[in-house]
């Protein structure tokens, strides 16, 4: 069974950086492109970016590729979305997803919430 | 970025019914358009991909049409579990960009 499980969300002060982690099993992850969406409380969804298999090709959303780094580790079949410079606009839930184009897999999400 | 315009916004609908939702993207999109199913407080679930391809597991109900511009997605004979929001998105061009979502609920 597919099993991604995000980690790392919580309450953060505006300005500060946060490291979320998406924990994958039950596929061969290093075989796989994978990626992070969000969606804002009662709000739309958002595609924050992807990476491939080796790490050597990265895709940002525009508005977002200066305050978030995604990375992989496929030893660790780990995914991780760093972060900076937060602000009330980054509040909400964070989502780990396989990626082929469309996304057939996602975790349950990880709600980050960023306020004073 | 291609704009992904949904329709309606909210829809009721009974069951047994047949409903349909429609995805109007910016520019053409080749038919790489998905779609999904959100239940409240659960992530979004695959549906469709390539336009028309249904996913494995999800129910024949289900399909999608369409090309160029203009998706629909199509659910017949409604059934209780189906009470969702549905949610276009468009991987033909970076960044992948997502419709605002149909809200279905029962009549």
């Known amino acids: 069974e597919v099993k991604l499980v995000e980690s790392g969300g919580g309450l953060v002060q505006p300005g500060r950086s946060l490291k979320l982690s998406c924990a994958a099993s039950?596929?061969?992850?290093?075989?796989?492109?994978m990626g992070w969406v969000r969606q804002a409380p009662g709000k739309g969804l958002e595609w924050i970016g992807e990476?491939?298999?080796?790490?050597?090709?990265?895709n940002y959303t525009p508005s977002l590729k200066d305050k978030f780094t995604i990375s992989r580790d496929n030893a660790q079949n780990t995914l991780y979305l760093q972060m900076s410079k937060l602000g009330s606009e980054d509040t909400a839930i964070y989502y780990c997803?396989?990626?082929?184009?469309?996304?057939?897999?996602w975790g349950q999400g990880t709600l980050v919430t960023v306020s004073s | 970025d291609i704009r992904m315009t949904q329709s309606p916004a909210s829809l009721s609908a009974s069951l047994g019914e047949t409903v349909n939702i429609e995805c109007l993207a910016s520019?053409?999109?080749?038919?790489?358009l998905a779609w999904y199913q959100q239940k409240p407080g659960k992530s979004p679930q695959l549906l469709i991909y390539?336009?028309?391809s249904l996913q494995n597991g999800v129910p024949s109900r289900f399909s999608g049409s369409g090309s160029g511009t203009q998706y629909s997605l199509k659910i017949n004979s409604l059934q209780s579990e189906d009470v969702a929001t549905y949610f276009c998105?468009?991987?033909?061009?970076?960044?992948?960009?997502f419709g605002a979502g149909t809200k279905l609920e029962l009549k």
């Open positions: 997803v396989s990626t082929t184009g469309w996304f057939a897999y």
């Open positions: 039950g596929f061969s992850f290093n075989d796989y492109w």
């Open positions: 990476i491939n298999q080796d790490s050597s090709t990265i």
């Open positions: 520019e053409d999109i080749y038919s790489d």
């Open positions: 390539n336009a028309n």
């Open positions: 998105q468009q991987y033909n061009n970076y960044p992948y960009t």
